[in-house]
C-alpha cells in the first residue's frame, strides 16, 4: 500500500520560512505528479503547487515568487520551500501523489497524505 507522509510543519512569524518534506512509501516504481495542497479552517481545499515527473511547475498565484516545488525522484520525495509568510497562508498542507504505479503491479490514481499544519503569526 502506498502512503504519504508530510513533515516540516510549524509556527512561525510572518517573514519567516518552513520547509515542507513528503515522502512517499510502499515499493513505488513510479509516480506523474506530486504536489501539494492546503485547506484553511472554514475553506476548501486549494493548490499550492504541483510537480511531474518532467520537472514541469504549477503554482498558485498567491505563493508565485515566495514558495518552490521540488522533488526528489529517487527517494519519492516532495519538498515545499516557502519563503516570506504570511498569516494567509495559515492552514493544513496536505501532499498527494497523482497516477502511483509500484513494483507489484498496483495502480494508484491519487494518494493523499494525512497533512502537516502551519501557522503563520502576524
Known amino acids: 500500500q502506498v502512503q504519504l507522509v508530510e513533515s516540516g510543519g510549524g509556527s512561525v512569524q510572518a517573514g519567516d520560512s518552513l520547509r515542507l518534506s513528503c515522502a512517499a512509501s510502499?515499493?513505488?516504481?513510479?509516480?506523474?505528479?506530486m504536489g501539494w495542497y492546503r485547506q484553511a479552517p472554514g475553506k476548501q481545499r486549494e493548490l499550492v503547487a504541483t510537480?511531474?515527473?518532467?520537472?514541469?511547475?504549477n503554482y498558485a498565484e498567491s505563493v508565485k515568487g515566495r514558495f518552490t516545488i521540488s522533488r526528489d525522484s529517487a527517494k519519492n520525495t516532495v519538498y515545499l520551500q516557502m519563503n516570506s509568510l504570511k498569516s494567509e497562508d495559515t492552514a493544513v498542507y496536505f501532499c498527494?501523489?497523482?497516477?502511483?504505479?509500484?513494483?507489484?503491479?498496483?495502480?494508484?490514481?491519487?494518494?493523499w497524505g494525512q497533512g502537516t499544519p502551519v501557522t503563520v503569526s502576524s
Open positions: 510537480v511531474t515527473s518532467s520537472r514541469y511547475t
Open positions: 510502499g515499493s513505488i516504481s513510479r509516480i506523474n505528479t
Open positions: 498527494k501523489a497523482v497516477d502511483v504505479s509500484t513494483l507489484l503491479g498496483s495502480e494508484y490514481l491519487e494518494v
